[in-house]
């Protein structure tokens, strides 16, 4: 049995709705047992249902964050994830009567495909595979067997993420450079405990230091901290709502791809599909299309 404790923080936004679907998950494996700790902002929802099928949560206060998010640079919202990102290990920290084979990281308002859970189950129960010469004593038979040796991809190396580091350019037109950072996909990350201690503790390492690196922070703090940030396989096969008005070119912020869901479209999916068609494992790349193009086509 492997143990996955899954950390989810930030932004309570979406969580009303998106919450079953993590509370689902300890229905898909036989062999893997997933632990929930949420630390949210401060809400409106009911707790008792929302909230009380985790293994632990917390409501934050804006006031006991040491650094004052008040008067951070309005719509850099670093400071309140790296903060919610570090309470949020604190409260998993506090069960030490469980020992962890794995960590994931994820805000409130994402949807796993299934494709991408089988993907970080097996980053964590993959064998070699392929063909083992048999031999009697020294002699080779020419025969074979199947190498089970263990083979996962998570050390206290790396952190896995959906696309790993990759290079990030931008102009600057009163210098006349291109600047280039590292940047990653930063909707989950997955890692051993330790490599989550060291990830995590991003808030004390920025904000207290006041050395500030905004939507590049992630990426370039793991190359600090000398973490590999890797890929995984099916890595991008998730979703995040939107509210409605950002599917359009309206505002700056808006212009989402359509295979993204509103709050509407996903309640519509979830009273008309159901959980289990959702994760269904026969088919889960086919399924994973299905969905988005469920959200392509639907009214949002």
């Given at each position: 049995m492997k143990n996955i404790a899954v950390m989810v923080s930030g932004h309570p936004k979406g969580f009303d709705l998106t919450f079953p679907y993590f509370q689902y998950w300890n229905k898909l494996y036989d062999n893997v047992k997933f632990d929930f700790?949420?630390?949210?902002w401060e809400n409106d929802y009911n707790r008792k249902e929302v909230f009380d099928?985790?293994?632990t949560y917390e409501i934050l206060d804006e006031k006991h964050c040491p650094y004052d998010l008040s008067k951070h640079e309005n719509r850099r919202h670093q400071p309140h994830y790296s903060w919610a990102l570090y309470r949020v290990n604190e409260l998993r920290k506090k069960h030490q009567e469980i020992e962890y084979d794995a960590?994931?990281?994820?805000?409130?308002?994402?949807?796993?495909?299934r494709s991408l859970l089988n993907s970080l189950v097996n980053n964590l129960t993959k064998i070699r595979g392929g063909l083992v010469p048999e031999k009697d004593g020294d002699t080779y038979t020419g025969k074979s067997t199947i190498d089970t040796r263990p083979d996962p991809q998570i050390s206290d190396k790396n952190i896995l993420s959906a696309n790993g580091s990759v290079i990030?350019?931008?102009?600057?037109?009163?210098?006349?450079?291109?600047?280039?950072?590292?940047?990653?996909?930063d909707v989950w990350f997955m890692g051993t405990p330790k490599v989550?201690?060291?990830?995590?503790?991003m808030f004390n390492y920025m904000f207290l230091r006041k050395d500030y690196m905004l939507h590049i922070m992630q990426a370039e703090y793991l190359n600090q901290m000398g973490i590999y940030n890797s890929p995984t396989?099916?890595?991008?096969?998730?979703?995040?709502?939107?509210d409605t008005y950002r599917f359009d070119f309206k505002t700056g912020d808006g212009g989402y791809?359509?295979?993204?869901?509103?709050?509407?479209?996903?309640?519509?999916?979830?009273e008309d599909k159901g959980l289990h068609w959702f994760y269904d494992d026969e088919k889960p790349k086919q399924r994973w299309q299905e969905v988005q193009?469920?959200?392509?086509e639907t009214e949002k």
């Open positions: 700790f949420v630390s949210m099928w985790t293994t960590i994931i990281h994820t805000r409130g308002d994402s949807i796993f495909s990030h350019n931008y102009f600057d037109p009163d210098r006349n450079s291109l600047n280039q950072n590292l940047w990653t996909q989550m201690d060291i990830f995590c503790n396989e099916e890595g991008n096969t998730f979703t995040f709502m939107r791809p359509l295979e993204y869901p509103s709050p509407k479209q996903l309640k519509k999916l979830t193009d469920y959200f392509k």
